[in-house]
């Protein structure tokens, strides 16, 4: 008699004992048993006991390293597997004095999350929190919190998995927000993590299973890779000689890690120096404009001070000629040059690995 193999037995075979593992979390957020964690950089299983984990196979299915649903996600994306579904793609930052203070680049993931918020879109946001350069997932429910979430952290770590606690998100939103009966959130994240939740999408359209049902939007940050941030820290300060709680800014540009200290001084870093940091996870990933998104913000093809904008979607198009013609973005077109920029390093990315 053939051993029955589960959900899970499928992911551990496919994607965890391959090395593949993108550490997004999402199956802990799907498995309502509660019974995925994450040790060592990978997901495992709490209890093999068959009452609790059943053959539901989401967690396989929404693995953004798994084979299920190729055909779904091959449908979605069409030919365009470089830059991915485009509605629009432009340049912008931000008009708001609050935003630009401490915006990474044109402060347009700020911007429309506020705008979101104002205008009572969304009940709440996922997004990253700097935290001596480590970064947090934290959600937040009123601008206020948004403007202390600005910048880039380039060490990973992944919103999903605050999802395990799905009840509590709910139930915490509607004691704030009262008169909520299914909270709206926005979630911002990297490609592995945006498509999983589009993968949650895509299994039920519509609302989406849980807890995808709560995401009204995404917005996806380009990405070539990510550190692990005990590593990452190591590295940096090391070769910079530099002190951690001096750097007030981290930026990725031109193949360099640029530091910006409190002085007013900046040091620098070539990226591929920082190499042994990087997440052994990432080197499977092919998607750097975040494809999956119903926005992608990036900082490549614009000039400083700006933001690379793709809108993908129609929610992502509705919310963000919202936020345009309430004047808290200034936008302006980008040249075929431009667009050839993005497309060079997407394509230096898909065919890396």
């Known amino acids: 008699m053939d051993e029955k ?75 365009q597997e470089i830059i991915g579904p485009t509605i629009k793609i432009c340049s912008g930052k931000s008009k708001l004095e609050e935003v630009r203070t401490g915006a990474q680049d044109g402060g347009i993931v700020t911007s429309i999350l506020l705008d979101l918020f104002d205008y009572h879109f969304i009940d709440g946001a996922i ?123 981290m930026d990725i540009s031109s193949g360099k890690l640029y530091l910006n200290q409190s002085d007013g001084s900046q040091k620098s870093i070539p990226v591929k120096d920082l190499s042994d940091a990087m997440r052994n996870g990432c080197s499977f990933c092919k998607d750097f404009t975040n494809k999956f998104a119903d926005i992608s913000v990036g900082s490549v093809g614009s000039s400083s001070g700006y933001s690379t904008v793709i809108i993908r979607t129609e929610i992502g198009e509705k919310f963000y000629t919202h936020t345009l013609l309430n004047d808290y973005i200034l936008e302006k077109a980008l040249l075929p040059k431009d667009i050839n920029r993005i497309k060079k390093v997407g394509e230096i990315k898909f065919n890396k690995h």
């Open 5 to 79: 193999i589960n959900g899970f037995d499928l992911l551990k075979k496919e994607v965890i004992d391959r090395g593949i593992c993108s550490g997004c979390r999402a199956c802990i957020a799907v498995c309502s048993k509660g019974i995925i964690s994450f040790e060592d950089e990978k997901p495992s299983l709490n209890s093999y006991n068959e009452k609790d984990c059943y053959d539901c196979e989401l967690c396989y299915s929404v693995c953004p390293r798994s084979s299920q649903m190729l055909d779904e996600i091959e449908a979605y994306i069409g030919n």
């Open 127 to 249: 997004v990253i929190k700097n935290e001596n350069w480590m970064a947090k997932p934290v959600l937040i429910t009123d601008r206020n919190e948004l403007v202390q979430c600005e910048g880039t952290v380039y060490a990973y770590n992944s919103p999903l998995q605050l999802f395990k606690e799905y009840e509590k998100i709910k139930n915490k939103i509607k004691e704030i927000k009262h008169g909520v009966d299914l909270p709206r959130l926005a979630i911002v994240g990297l490609p592995c993590q945006i498509k999983a939740i589009r993968k949650m999408k895509l299994l039920s359209p519509g609302e989406g299973i849980i807890p995808s049902d709560l995401i009204l939007i995404t917005i996806g940050l380009f990405c070539f890779e990510n550190f692990d941030y005990k590593r990452f820290i190591s590295l940096i300060t090391k070769k910079a000689q530099i002190d951690l709680n001096e750097i007030v800014k």
